[in-house]
């Protein structure tokens, strides 16, 4: 019990369906555009998201594995993103070598599968994913040494990239995905300064140089804010590629961001950010979650 408790958290085995549903939320505004709808094709590209994602959190975990051995505190953040709040390599729950395979059993079964698209499709997406893990590695290093946040402003294009991945698992690369990544790639910097924010503790602990560190926090909250504005401009540019349905998601997501950013503004410290953290990710499923309804109607 305490193994599969273990793999739950490295998986973050909790927040599952969000992953398949950001991906899929760019294949479906492909197919709009480009008519190749198929359930065949919704379950395999769900399952190459799924897949995909995991994978690059495990990475994460297994090249933070000696640094994670550092940390301080554990009833906040890694408690929210970890059900049974452990970190399993630095815990000796997972030993680091069980951790890579799984890694690699995950990356290489989204790579068999993304090889299952038609081509170009296939390669687009392979392209892809490979380059999220090689930003993602980048993204834990990087941050163990800078004074200024290279490792977060191109380590995050990973996330932002992830739903641009799903697009072209039917899609080409073209304006919409292009505006799909300009339109999430700002969330991803204000989510990442979130967790930052929130993770100070531990952070500080480790030496890790992230945005806190860095900024301080007020600083931090002038990044999310900053980012959090270019969201919207951007946005207000990609709801011109998007239906009604989706329209009405996009803006009601804003708005939970905007109180979200309102709230850190007044409160900007660690505890303030982690209330704040799951309005970040509704936001985010109501993004997904209306552009597949949307697409689907």
């Not at 479906?28 to 198929?38: D, K, N, P, Q, R």
């Not at 998601?249 to 961001?257: F, N, Q, S």
Request: proline share 5%; net charge positive; hydrophobic share 55%.
């Amino acid at each position: 019990m305490v193994h599969l408790r273990a793999y739950a958290d490295i998986l973050r085995l909790h927040f599952f369906f969000a992953w398949p549903l950001l991906f899929c939320s760019g294949y479906l505004l492909a197919t709009t555009a480009y008519g190749s709808f198929s359930m065949v094709d919704l379950c395999r590209v769900s399952l190459i998201g799924l897949l995909g994602f995991e994978g690059g959190l495990v990475l994460n975990d297994y090249i933070d594995r000696e640094y994670d051995k550092r940390d301080t505190e554990f009833g906040r953040l890694t408690k929210y993103w970890r059900i049974f709040g452990t970190r399993p390599i630095p815990a000796g729950l997972i030993a680091p070598r069980s951790a890579f395979l799984l890694f690699l059993i995950l990356a290489a079964s989204a790579l068999i599968l993304t090889a299952t698209l038609p081509f170009p499709h296939s390669l687009f997406v392979a392209l892809i994913l490979v380059y999220c893990y090689a930003a993602e590695a980048f993204y834990q290093v990087k941050k163990r040494n800078q004074s200024f946040p290279v490792a977060q402003l191109v380590g995050r294009t990973d996330f932002a990239l992830f739903p641009v991945a799903g697009y072209l698992c039917s899609g080409f690369p073209d304006q919409s995905a292009l505006l799909y990544f300009l339109f999430f790639y700002p969330f991803a910097m204000a989510h990442l300064g979130v967790n930052d924010l929130v993770d100070i503790a531990n952070d500080r602990a480790r030496g890790m140089q992230t945005i806190p560190i860095l900024y301080d926090m007020q600083g931090t909250v002038r990044w999310i804010a900053g980012f959090f504005v270019l969201h919207v401009i951007l946005a207000f540019i990609f709801l011109t590629r998007l239906g009604a349905i989706a329209v009405g998601g996009v803006l009601l997501g804003l708005v939970v961001l905007l109180v979200a950013v309102v709230s850190l503004i007044r409160n900007p410290t660690p505890e303030g950010g982690m209330k704040v953290l799951p309005l970040f990710h509704i936001a985010m499923l109501l993004y997904a979650g209306s552009l597949v309804l949307g697409s689907l109607v």
